[in-house]
């Protein structure tokens, strides 16, 4: 059920965010740089976001209600999309929109967690990833479908992606189920108990001492790989830049999202069974492959090709950081945890998707992608230092 609310949500997230960088540039004037900046800050909030409401979840031991507060939240922004008029009206809705999906991120990670054997978990985050990404297929293929259909008017089509938002929420409502969790904390105390309840804020040094150094090897090596994959809006940009019509530019992350979809499921069981470093170091690789073939791109099929490749790479790496996250965290500090690991990487995000935006702009996208590959070696250097990736 929480990857059938994730298609909902991708769905309408997507059919936005597929054409937000056109809408941009094309209808507000924004430059390569806004957009990096606005994509940088978007996702550094849900970062920030998801840090407080992991830590709230094993702090009430409650899952549902943060759930509820981010999609719902998510829900309610989606307006503010057609009526923005400014560059800075878009950066507050993707502001507040990814407060929602900040709170919800950590909290729905861990009960994933709490409900999933550890010999399942490679397949559990796969499974969900699979369900959340074929949303973010279906979402730029409705805004295709609908660019071509309305004569790319923007406007209408961010107005019908409310839809499957209103429904995501009535899904969590009446759908998802808070079962007791399959694990427990060291003591034998359930994460759902009263025991539970009445212990520390997690926020706090004694407590997040407790994270195992494995838990901190993970985080690093995923701000590596974050730093080296920003935001997926500079493909978008790339698609464009090589003579792509604005109609079919949403075409790229249908490709990069089914790949992603097709792939996220069955190599996380594979992860389950073989050594997962080498799942990770194939998945840097095929990243590195994506931003050579994106910088020497001479048309849009190349971008396509690449745009595939990149999809690759994230159901090869993505869902795998998810279960070794899961696996390092004691069971009462696994939203903490989570919360922690996406601050982290969303400040990297941040900082990835501004240094792209200003390669963009004083060098042209060549350099831009270039840098990627060079930051994705660096990625796949510190893979090797991290120790064994099966615990």
């Known amino acids: 059920m929480l990857g059938v609310v994730s298609l909902a949500m991708?769905?309408?997230?997507?059919?936005?965010?597929?054409?937000m960088p056109l809408f941009l540039v094309s209808v507000l004037g924004a430059s390569a740089l806004s957009v990096g900046v606005i994509e940088g800050v978007?996702?550094?909030?849900?970062?920030?976001?998801?840090?407080?409401?992991?830590?709230?979840?094993?702090?009430i031991g409650r899952r549902k209600p943060l759930l509820l507060l981010g999609y719902g939240l998510a829900a309610l922004t989606k307006?503010?999309?057609?009526?923005?008029?400014?560059?800075?009206?878009?950066?507050?809705?993707?502001?507040?929109?990814?407060?929602?999906?900040?709170?919800?991120?950590?909290?729905?990670?861990?009960?994933?967690?709490?409900?999933?054997p550890p010999p399942m978990r490679g397949a559990a985050y796969g499974l969900r990833q699979s369900m959340d990404t074929a949303g973010a297929v279906i979402g730029p293929l409705l805004a295709l479908l609908l660019m071509a259909a309305t004569g790319n008017h923007f406007r209408l089509v961010f107005w019908l992606a409310l839809i499957p938002a209103v429904l995501c929420v009535a899904l969590i409502l009446f759908g998802v189920r808070e079962n007791e969790p399959v694990a427990v904390t060291p003591t034998g105390v359930s994460p759902h108990s009263q025991e539970t309840k009445t212990k520390r804020f997690p926020i706090q040094r004694g407590e997040i001492a407790r994270l195992p150094r494995l838990f901190w090897h993970v985080t690093a090596l995923g701000t590596m790989i974050t730093l080296a994959r920003f935001s997926e809006a500079f493909l978008l940009l790339r698609a464009q830049d090589t003579g792509l019509a604005v109609t079919w530019v949403p075409a790229i992350l249908i490709i990069l999202n089914t790949v992603y979809a097709a792939s996220a499921y069955p190599l996380g069981t594979v992860s389950d069974k073989l050594n997962r470093k080498t799942l990770l170091a194939g998945g840097i690789g095929l990243l590195i492959t994506a931003d050579l073939a994106l910088a020497w791109a001479p048309d849009a099929w190349m971008v396509g090709v690449a745009a595939a490749l990149w999809g690759l790479h994230m159901g090869a790496t993505q869902g795998i950081l998810t279960a070794l996250i899961a696996d390092a965290a004691p069971p009462d500090l696994r939203g903490t945890a989570f919360g922690l690991f996406n601050l982290i990487t969303g400040v990297a995000l941040l900082l990835?998707?501004?240094?792209?935006?200003?390669?963009?702009?004083?060098?042209?996208?060549?350099?831009?992608?270039?840098?990627?590959?060079?930051?994705?070696?660096?990625?796949?250097?510190?893979?090797?230092?991290?120790?064994?990736?099966?615990?």
């Open 352 to 391: 990835s998707s501004v240094i792209a935006g200003s390669l963009w702009t004083a060098f042209g996208p060549a350099i831009t992608f270039y840098a990627g590959a060079v930051f994705s070696a660096l990625a796949l250097a510190s893979l090797w230092k991290t120790g064994s990736a099966n615990h």
């Open 10 to 19: 991708d769905i309408s997230s997507e059919m936005i965010h597929s054409l």
């Open 42 to 59: 978007a996702e550094a909030t849900a970062a920030f976001a998801k840090v407080f409401s992991g830590a709230i979840s094993d702090w």
């Open 79 to 116: 307006p503010l999309f057609p009526l923005a008029t400014s560059i800075g009206e878009v950066l507050v809705a993707r502001f507040i929109d990814r407060i929602g999906k900040g709170i919800r991120g950590a909290p729905r990670d861990a009960l994933i967690a709490d409900l999933t």
